[in-house]
């Protein structure tokens, strides 16, 4: 199962690159369609990120655990027409019952990452035992396995460590391959601004 | 089991020793063995049911009636046998005979535990009075009495070279006994058929047959911890039971992902430690999702209309761009651990096995040729090499050589074989056997 897990994941980036594109553009298609070009700054950068991410997690959905929280995430989020049907018009034949049931906190990573290591330093500051290094290194290893749990979305139900730590694999995959593939875009536009600007 | 053997082995040269009283022993035992087949459960070398037996059968021997009946009086009727014999019959060299047939015997019946010993000396004791009474007057009796004693010492040296051995070997096969009740039977079957020879092979058999029930129970045992997990391999002190297996394997799985993510994960290849992974893993995450953020700002901010019409452009001209640029080819380098440790074990343990056969079974004039060509020899047969070493101790003249070659050759291994640290150990404890030998 992991060796599969992983050589797909090895082979398909660029694949997985296209398809995110893709949808993408199918996306921010059906936003540009629904909210008719009058949008504010903020507006459009929602509407970006939110496409960006549910491409993301439509191109990776019957693989992992954290793509469809997302898709629970935006689907549970307070506009929830909106995000529904872009949620439909990208992730498309997806099963709705097995996505929207998984429920997920919706607030964002983080926020909770800081407050934990604001608690762990407040702790350490306050428990001055001398304790053993092995107890030291495994606190050490859970405070930052929590963090982590905190930063993947619907990480807060993986239970167990592999799980967790496969789910993080596939998620910073991802995530560096949404980077390349925007950074590209933005690379792409930029260009035509500036020739426009110089022209 | 060898303390065993041994013993087991020394019975019949005691036997042979005593030939002169074959055929009255042999009387006496036929009668044992009628009493053993009588109670064929009773323990064997529990010296007790012999002298209850003594005491049984010394109705129909109406010669020795006094002496015999003296004998199962208890475990000082020898010597008490002794001083009637002296009282009885007043013939001198008799006396002294008996005397000292009663000094030999009596530390012999000290350890009742040793029941064939003391079976035997009690049949030479009570053998000697039909042969007094054919011959009570007459001057023959002295040799033969005289021989008897001699018989006896000899015995009873051999006996006392046993004493250590013994016991040992009766505890042993008091838990055999308890172990397997089939062997007890087999010793009573084959117990009808007794002479003095089966005794040493009724041990012999009984030795086998517990040594292969005890193989047997061995080959089950094997058998029966054969692990769930039979992937995940148990090093030295590591614990067997399932969970710790399942444990290690979890863990194993863990840092085999962490590996991948160190690959995935720039700047992550020199950390070492669970938690400093950790921590690059969430800056990493942590950074991607900013730049997510950012990049979404940035495009929103480019963009004042979200039309990207350029897709089918964008496929084709921008994807060849990026796609060598975008991902590097990550090589799972996964060395599959358990196995090359085993790889890297496997010789210099078999090489060592087979020196130490080699070592115990060649002659010293092997081992020397060996010695001599150690130091060409391969890294991994410096077991070899010390065990033959061992060996040839005794050769006085070859020692200064010895001493020297084997230096090298333990340096050799030093230097050669750093991956396997218990070598040095080892070798490190040769050369103190050599320094104490010498």
């Known amino acids: 199962m992991c060796d599969n897990s992983l050589n797909r994941m090895r082979n398909t980036s660029s694949v997985m690159k296209r398809e995110f594109l893709r949808k993408w553009m199918k996306g921010l298609g059906k936003c540009r369609m629904m909210k008719n070009n009058n949008m504010s700054f903020l507006e459009r950068k929602k509407a970006i990120k939110l496409s960006a991410d549910l491409a993301m997690a439509s191109t990776r959905t019957p693989a992992t655990r954290w793509s469809r929280a997302v898709i629970a995430q935006a689907a549970s989020s307070q506009d929830d027409g909106y995000n529904k049907i872009l949620i439909n018009h990208i992730v498309g034949s997806s099963p709705k019952g097995k996505i929207f049931s998984t429920t997920s906190p919706s607030s964002s990573g983080l926020c909770r990452s800081r407050r934990i290591l604001k608690r762990r330093h407040m702790v350490r500051r306050v428990v001055k035992k001398i304790v053993s290094p092995m107890v030291m290194a495994k606190r050490l290893v859970k405070k930052r396995t929590r963090i982590l749990k905190s930063l993947l979305p619907g990480g807060e139900s993986m239970e167990d460590d592999v799980v967790l730590i496969e789910e993080a694999l596939d998620y910073i995959q991802s995530l560096k391959a949404q980077v390349e593939v925007m950074r590209c875009l933005a690379a792409a536009s930029h260009p035509n601004t500036n020739s426009y600007k110089f022209i | 089991?060898?303390?065993?053997?041994?013993?087991?082995?020394?019975?019949?040269?005691?036997?042979?020793?005593?030939?002169?009283?074959?055929?009255?022993?042999?009387?006496?035992?036929?009668?044992?063995?009628?009493?053993?087949?009588?109670?064929?459960?009773?323990?064997?070398?529990?010296?007790?049911?012999?002298?209850?037996?003594?005491?049984?059968?010394?109705?129909?021997?109406?010669?020795?009636?006094?002496?015999?009946?003296?004998?199962?009086?208890?475990?000082?009727?020898?010597?008490?046998?002794?001083?009637?014999?002296?009282?009885?019959?007043?013939?001198?060299?008799?006396?002294?005979?008996?005397s000292e047939l009663g000094k030999v015997d009596l530390p012999g019946v000290g350890f009742v535990s040793s029941g064939f010993n003391a079976s035997s000396a009690i049949s030479r004791t009570s053998s000697c009075p039909p042969s007094v009474a054919a011959a009570a007057a007459a001057a023959e009796g002295t040799p033969t009495e005289k021989m008897r004693s001699t018989s006896g010492r000899e015995s009873f040296k051999k006996r006392k070279s046993e004493k250590a051995q013994i016991p040992k070997a009766v505890v042993a096969e008091n838990e055999k006994n308890k172990k397997s009740k089939t062997s007890g039977e087999e010793f009573g079957e084959s117990k009808v058929t007794t002479t003095d020879n089966n005794h040493n092979n009724n041990d012999k058999n009984r030795e086998t047959s517990v040594e292969s029930s005890k193989e047997n129970s061995k080959a089950s045992e094997v058998q029966n911890q054969k692990p769930d997990y039979i992937h995940v391999r148990a090093r030295r002190g590591q614990a067997t039971d399932s969970h710790s297996l399942a444990e290690r394997a979890r863990r194993e799985k863990i840092s085999e992902r962490m590996k991948y993510l160190q690959s995935l994960v720039p700047g992550c290849n020199k950390i070492t430690g669970k938690a400093g992974m950790l921590d690059e893993i969430i800056n990493y995450v942590q950074s991607l999702q900013q730049q997510v953020e950012f990049l979404s700002m940035k495009l929103a901010a480019v963009n004042p209309t979200i039309d990207f019409n350029i897709d089918d452009l964008f496929t084709k001209e921008v994807f060849p761009a990026c796609a060598p640029t975008s991902f590097p080819a990550i090589d799972m380098t996964l060395t599959p651990n358990p196995a090359a440790y085993l790889q890297q074990f496997d010789p210099t343990h078999v090489a060592s096995c087979s020196g130490l056969d080699m070592g115990i079974i060649n002659p010293p004039d092997l081992g020397l040729r060996r010695t001599i060509s150690a130091p060409l020899a391969l890294p991994h047969e410096t077991f070899l090499d010390s065990s033959c070493f061992n060996q040839i101790m005794p050769f006085s003249t070859v020692e200064g050589d010895i001493q020297n070659l084997y230096n090298v050759t333990f340096d050799q291994a030093r230097s050669t074989t750093s991956s396997f640290p218990s070598q040095p150990f080892t070798g490190l404890i040769e050369a103190s056997n050599l320094k104490m030998d010498m």
Do not use: I, Y
Not at chain 2, 7 to 14: K, M, Q, T
Not at chain 2, 68 to 88: C, D, F, I, K, M
């Open chain 2, 1 to 98: 089991m060898l303390r065993c053997l041994n013993s087991s082995e020394n019975l019949p040269e005691s036997c042979s020793a005593m030939t002169l009283l074959e055929r009255q022993r042999d009387r006496m035992k036929w009668q044992l063995s009628q009493f053993h087949h009588h109670h064929p459960n009773q323990c064997f070398f529990s010296g007790s049911g012999f002298e209850g037996g003594f005491s049984s059968l010394q109705v129909p021997n109406p010669g020795g009636m006094m002496m015999v009946t003296n004998n199962g009086g208890g475990g000082s009727g020898l010597g008490e046998a002794a001083a009637n014999a002296g009282s009885v019959k007043p013939d001198p060299g008799l006396e002294n005979g008996w």
